[in-house]
């Protein structure tokens, strides 16, 4: 989700699904504390409701606040760490800040679904390179760090 600036010079605040759910979370709540009478807004609370009920069925929500800012600088970083010999290993996968939201939101399973998310893949990571992408979402998944 993207939240516009209030200042024209300021770019777009990008958030992830499991910030939005939070928000809306922390919304509903603030809400129900402060008035009963919800006559007036029904439409825009039962919206709200089905967004946050899709929302949580999306993987990342899983993740704590933590993790996904771990996950995220990994997916955005391009570090290369120097190894014995002449090999250098790669510490993120340097994709942008909006490919790194798609991926964190969806934590795709299949490199297909990775290319429908990053712009030029085939150009900017090998086969080998997508593997290990793909093994990295897999640990985040299932809270195998790696």
């Not at 600036?5 to 010079?9: E, N, R, V």
């Not at 798609?102 to 795709?108: A, D, G």
């Not at 990571?125 to 593997?131: F, I």
């Given at each position: 989700m993207e939240v516009l600036?209030?200042?024209?010079?300021d770019s777009p605040l990008l958030l992830s699904n499991a910030e939005v759910a939070q928000l809306l979370e922390d919304r509903s709540k603030?809400?129900?504390?402060?008035?009963?009478?919800?006559?007036?807004?029904?439409h825009r609370d039962w919206i709200e409701i089905k967004v946050?009920?899709?929302l949580?069925?999306?993987?990342?929500v899983d993740l704590d606040k933590e993790s996904?800012?771990?996950f995220q600088s990994t997916l955005m970083s391009s570090k290369k760490l120097k190894s014995s010999g002449n090999t250098a290993s790669e510490t993120g996968f340097g994709l942008t800040e909006a490919e790194a939201l798609?991926?964190?939101?969806?934590?795709?399973k299949e490199k297909v679904e990775i290319h429908l998310m990053v712009e030029e893949l085939h150009t900017r990571?090998?086969?080998?390179?997508?593997?290990e992408l793909l093994q990295y979402i897999e640990s985040k998944r299932t809270g195998k760090d790696s």
């Open positions: 600036a209030k200042d024209k010079s603030s809400r129900n504390e402060k008035s009963r009478k919800k006559i007036k807004y029904k946050l009920e899709y949580k069925t999306t993987p990342c996904l800012d771990i798609q991926v964190l939101n969806f934590m795709p990571m090998t086969d080998d390179r997508q593997d």
